[in-house]
């Protein structure tokens, strides 16, 4: 019976000490199968450089880097541009990759930006503005990051108004004392009207959302000056010419400040070569 159970010590012991040593095997191939990933991936065998990264990941689930290698490496395999089903998959696995990495690195900017522009490769708009909302509105998120996202939405809706504003059907050039003046005109489907207001209207919306998290967003009060101008276009067609002047009046107001942190940021980029080490001299 005393024999028995310091067996079952021995066996206890040897356990014991063997796991940790695994652990730690495990870890060490783990890296050398991320090694043999990054050779895979600068040689351009994206495929095999994915097998490593999932291996390594395997090897070690513990690993902060093997995620973002597998994301990467399934990313490199998707071909911009075309529209097999095969290709169509590989940008959806990609996401669902960078996804997994962003459920354990939530501020991970690198796998925030690549689904955003892989959905929009794929063309879900839709699916996109919404990846880049829920982004903006995170509170957990930095404010200048969110401020970007909602910059981006600006842009967006500043696009869809203009693709309907600046149709040739829609506006018309006057010889004004010589000048050429362009005159905007509603479109004949109500539709497409009420579709640019809607999205100028929103795309202002988002512009000072932006503006507000991060005012020194150049490029934030720059689409909030275009959109401006749009809702200008807009009240010009619906014959409402208070409230164009009114909307260019606020669009001038905000290219000034456009122009003044433009101003402000070549100011500070010349200081700084300025100030910069000069290399040694050969």
Same mark, same amino acid.
């Given at each position: 019976?005393?024999?028995?159970?310091?067996?079952?010590?021995?066996?206890? $012991?040897?356990?014991?000490? %063997?796991?940790?040593? &695994?652990?730690? !095997?495990?870890?060490? *191939?783990?890296?050398?199968?991320?090694?043999? &990933?990054?050779?895979?991936?600068?040689?351009?065998?994206?495929?095999?450089?994915?097998?490593?990264?999932?291996?390594? +990941?395997?090897?070690?689930?513990?690993?902060?880097?093997?995620?973002?290698?597998?994301?990467?490496?399934?990313?490199?395999?998707?071909?911009?541009?075309?529209?097999?089903?095969?290709?169509?998959?590989? @940008?959806?696995?990609? !996401?669902?990759?960078?996804?997994?990495?962003?459920?354990?690195?939530?501020?991970?900017?690198?796998?925030?930006?690549?689904?955003?522009? $892989?959905?929009?490769?794929?063309?879900?708009?839709?699916?996109?503005?919404?990846?880049?909302?829920?982004?903006?509105?995170?509170? /957990? %998120?930095?404010?200048?990051?969110?401020?970007?996202?909602?910059?981006?939405? @600006?842009?967006?809706?500043?696009? &869809?108004?203009?693709?309907?504003?600046?149709?040739?059907?829609?506006?018309?050039?006057?010889?004004?004392?010589?000048?050429?003046?362009?005159?905007?005109?509603?479109?004949?489907?109500?539709?497409?009207?009420?579709?640019?207001?809607? &999205?100028?209207?929103?795309?202002?919306?988002? +512009?000072?959302?932006?503006?507000?998290?991060?005012?020194?967003?150049? /490029?934030?009060?720059?689409?909030?000056?275009?959109?401006?101008?749009?809702?200008?276009?807009?009240?010009?067609?619906?014959?409402?010419?208070?409230?164009?002047?009114?909307?260019?009046?606020?669009?001038?107001?905000?290219?000034?400040?456009?122009?003044?942190?433009?101003?402000?940021?070549?100011?500070?980029?010349?200081?700084?070569? *300025?100030?910069?080490? /000069?290399?040694?001299?050969?």
């Amino acid at each position: 019976m005393k024999l028995s159970q310091a067996r079952v010590a021995l066996l206890i $012991l040897v356990v014991l000490s %063997v796991t940790p040593g &695994c652990a730690v !095997i495990n870890r060490i *191939r783990a890296k050398n199968e991320l090694n043999e &990933c990054a050779r895979a991936y600068r040689e351009g065998h994206f495929a095999e450089a994915e097998e490593h990264a999932k291996r390594a +990941a395997e090897l070690d689930p513990t690993n902060k880097t093997a995620p973002s290698f597998v994301a990467r490496t399934i990313h490199a395999q998707y071909k911009p541009g075309v529209d097999t089903p095969e290709n169509q998959q590989i @940008a959806r696995n990609a !996401i669902n990759a960078y996804k997994q990495l962003l459920a354990v690195d939530p501020n991970n900017e690198e796998a925030y930006k690549a689904i955003a522009a $892989l959905l929009g490769a794929l063309k879900q708009d839709d699916e996109q503005r919404q990846w880049i909302l829920q982004r903006a509105n995170q509170d /957990s %998120v930095d404010p200048a990051k969110r401020a970007e996202a909602f910059t981006v939405l @600006a842009s967006k809706q500043w696009d &869809c108004s203009y693709k309907i504003t600046e149709l040739p059907d829609n506006k018309k050039n006057q010889n004004q004392n010589g000048h050429i003046l362009i005159i905007y005109q509603k479109p004949k489907n109500a539709d497409d009207f009420n579709t640019a207001l809607q &999205c100028a209207t929103l795309g202002l919306e988002y +512009a000072n959302k932006a503006i507000s998290l991060d005012p020194n967003n150049e /490029s934030a009060w720059s689409y909030k000056t275009n959109i401006l101008l749009e809702l200008a276009k807009l009240a010009e067609m619906d014959g409402k010419a208070d409230q164009k002047a009114e909307y260019q009046k606020q669009a001038n107001d905000a290219q000034n400040e456009t122009t003044r942190l433009n101003e402000a940021k070549q100011k500070r980029q010349q200081e700084q070569q *300025r100030t910069r080490p /000069s290399p040694p001299a050969g």
